[in-house]
C-alpha cells in the first residue's frame, strides 16, 4: 500500500488550499478514505472521512462547512479542499486507509 499527499504550501487567512492523496496497492474503490492532521505540539485529529462510494462524508465539527472531501475511484486519488483558511488550520495533513499512512504535506496559514 502506498499512499502520497501533495498540494500543501503557504496561504493567508481566508484563502484556500487543495489537497490530494494518491493510492496504489490496494482496491481503493473498496475502502473509506480519511485526512487527519497534526499541528504543531499537538496530538494527530482526525478531519474527514469519505464512504467507498463516495455518497457519505463526515468532518469534524471546526471545518465542517469549509473543507470538502472527495474521491475519484477511477484514478484511486483522494482530495481535500480546504476553504476559508484559519491560522489554527496550520499542520501536517496526511491521508489515511486503516493502518496505512501517507508521509504527509505541510499546510501553513498564516499573513
Known amino acids: 500500500v502506498q499512499l502520497m499527499e501533495s498540494g500543501g504550501g503557504y496561504v493567508q487567512p481566508g484563502g484556500s488550499l487543495g489537497l490530494s492523496c494518491a493510492a496504489s496497492?490496494?482496491?481503493?474503490?473498496?475502502?473509506?478514505m480519511k485526512w487527519y492532521r497534526q499541528a504543531p505540539g499537538a496530538e494527530l485529529e482526525w478531519v474527514a472521512t469519505i464512504s467507498p462510494d463516495g455518497m457519505m462524508t463526515s468532518y469534524r465539527h471546526s471545518v465542517k462547512g469549509r473543507f470538502t472531501i472527495s474521491r475519484d475511484n477511477a484514478n484511486s486519488l483522494v482530495y481535500l479542499q480546504m476553504n476559508r483558511l484559519r491560522s489554527e488550520d496550520t499542520a501536517v495533513y496526511y491521508c489515511?486507509?486503516?493502518?496505512?499512512w501517507g508521509p504527509g504535506t505541510q499546510v501553513t496559514v498564516s499573513s
Open positions: 496497492g490496494f482496491t481503493f474503490a473498496g475502502y473509506d
Open positions: 489515511n486507509k486503516g493502518v496505512d
